[in-house]
């Protein structure tokens, strides 16, 4: 009988809950902002709308997520915009882009504050960008975005499962306690 209750007792302890996180991320696409809200789990968040805010907390805008979870929004100051979206029940997602980028997007300078030197020489393919058209770099950031994005949500999904240490370690400690349960058992019938 005392076996039965201690099986029970090992049955009956905590285990983790099986959650997910919210998943947010923005990055540059041409002359706007393009982000992504979702699970952990791979779901993401459809129709879902994001609060854009500058650094001072004043709204600047919103944007909606499309049947992907990804939005786009176009900035006009060159500040740091904040994307807040309430998924309910307790899950909220924020992300915020820094004024450097935004700057960056825009093609202005970046504030004062926070303008960094900038190198002598153009970067690696600047030059070749910067004989296409507008045209031109519009068509290949939509392209290039479209094939990333896939990338992008699987990297992110794999990011947040678990690895195949903390599997083992998982399953150790399961052993363990059993272990410990069939040693206390035999304990008790040696004694009695």
Known sequence: MKNLALIIMLCAAPLPALAHKVLASVFPSGEAIEGEVGFSNGDMAVGLIILVFGPDGEALGQTKTDADGFFIFKPE??????FHGDLGAGHVAEVTMP??????ILGKAAPAATTAETPAEPAFGV??????????????????????RPLRREMAAT??????????GGIGYILGL?????????RRNLAA
């Open 178 to 186: 059993f272990g410990l349960g069939f040693y206390l058992a035999a």
């Open 127 to 148: 030059v070749a960008i910067a004989s296409l058209s507008d045209e031109e770099r519009n068509a290949i950031a939509v392209l290039v975005r479209d094939e990333i």
């Open 99 to 104: 004024a450097e980028e935004i700057a960056a």
């Open 77 to 82: 100051q060159p500040v740091a915009h904040t």
């Open 159 to 168: 990011r947040e499962h678990q690895n195949m240490q903390s599997i083992l």
